[in-house]
T-cell receptor, first 119, second 118 residues
């Protein structure tokens, strides 16, 4: 069965600190997709990244970076120089792959990590 | 970019009434849509997969007679919460991934519908 574990329920940091959100997943599939979403208080999910299981390159997007370690089934997310606007709940998610490419779309979410960035 | 809308964004109803939530893909077709439920301060749980032209597939533990799903067209899926009770109060979110192979880079989520049953 597929499972996503975000062990950190809540994290509080002071602005400009770096913070890493952990994500560990379980799946028997050889091809799968991993995602990170941000959910601000408004509730709308904001897509951050999608990664397929064959692409283990780390990715950096501005202050955001992701570390995918297939050997440890982890897909961690780091925010560098955090800002108050980064305060939100962050979800890691996993989905099966379609036969001909792309995600099936039925995401299994972790329980989320609430990040509070204080000024 | 692709947009998914939900209507209404917020609904308050009395116990025992039925509530219909619409999920629309605005600029793409979606043969499959997904409905999620999120309790306060909890994670999103997949409820069901809505299939255009056929019956929805429900996740284990989700009452199909309670949560009626209709995917009548390639751009619209509806979730009807029948005989709603306070425990059905939740945040309902749909997603509609496009099947165009050129746009498989994300799942498109609607903004969500907050249901409060009094």
């Amino acid at each position: 069965a597929q499972k996503v574990t975000q062990a950190q329920t809540e994290i509080s940091v002071v602005e400009k600190e770096d913070v890493t959100l952990d994500c560990v997943y379980e799946t028997r599939d050889t091809t799968y997709y991993l995602f990170w979403y941000k959910q601000p208080p408004s509730g709308e999910l904001v897509f951050l990244i999608r990664r397929n299981s064959f692409d283990e390159q780390n990715e950096i997007s501005g202050r955001y970076s992701w570390n995918f370690q297939k050997s440890t089934s982890s897909f961690n997310f780091t925010i560098t120089a955090s800002q108050v606007v980064d305060s939100a709940v962050y979800f890691c998610a996993l989905s099966e792959a379609r036969r001909y490419g792309g995600s099936q779309g039925n995401l299994i979410f972790g329980k989320g990590t609430k990040l509070s960035v204080k000024p | 970019g692709a947009v998914v809308s939900q209507h209404p964004s917020r609904v308050i109803c009395k116990s025992g009434t039925s509530v219909k939530i619409e999920c629309r893909s605005l600029d793409f077709q979606a043969t499959t849509m997904f409905w999620y439920r999120q309790f306060p301060k909890k994670s999103l749980m997949l409820m069901a997969t809505s299939n255009e032209g056929s019956k929805a597939t429900y996740e284990q533990g989700v009452e199909k007679d309670k949560f009626l799903i209709n995917h009548a067209s390639l751009t619209l899926s509806t979730l009807t919460v029948t005989s709603a009770h306070p425990e059905d109060s939740s945040f309902y979110i749909c997603s509609a991934p496009p099947w165009d192979s050129a746009r498989t880079d994300t799942q498109y989520f609607g903004p969500g519908t907050r249901l409060t049953v009094l």
